[in-house]
């Protein structure tokens, strides 16, 4: 009995441990709209959990990681970006301690746009979102949330 109990210890302790907290403080919903004939917006949006911030498009060297936009080009076929993937929320610019500089960020939601511009008649659009996400206390590593569309002039 003494066997079975400490067994059953053991095993809840295990699946504790695989299931400890994997940190995603920001949650995406990635989407196009169609602006004109061949033409979409590639909306992400980022909802950003409580004390949480997402990191600009734009950072200077030696800090975080940007968040940036990445096409698979083994996979997209008949797409061409349009100007550069950029943010319509206004970031909000502070002095990290963490980083010792000054960097843009988004609390709460964000939303950024990469226009593209189709070059077939009917295309494939694949790739993700690279980003990185901080508190007051950690950072998560560089994560991605990927995107598939399939569009039509």
Known sequence: ??????????????????????????????????????????????????????????LPEGGP???????????????ELVDEFKATTKPRIEKSEAFNMELAYFANTATLVQRVKLTKEKAKLVGYVEFMACNNGQCIPPAEEEFEFELTK
Not at 7 to 14: D, E, G, I, R, S
Not at 50 to 58: I, R, V
């Open 1 to 58: 009995m003494k066997r079975i109990l400490i067994f059953t210890v053991l095993l809840t302790m295990m699946a504790g441990a695989a299931t400890a907290q994997i940190l995603k403080p920001v949650k995406w919903t990635i989407s196009v709209k169609k602006v004109s004939e061949g033409v979409y917006d590639v909306l992400c949006k980022a909802t950003i959990d409580a004390t949480w911030h997402l990191y600009d498009t734009k």
């Open 65 to 79: 990681l940007p968040t940036t936009f990445h096409v698979d080009t083994d996979e997209t076929d008949g797409v």
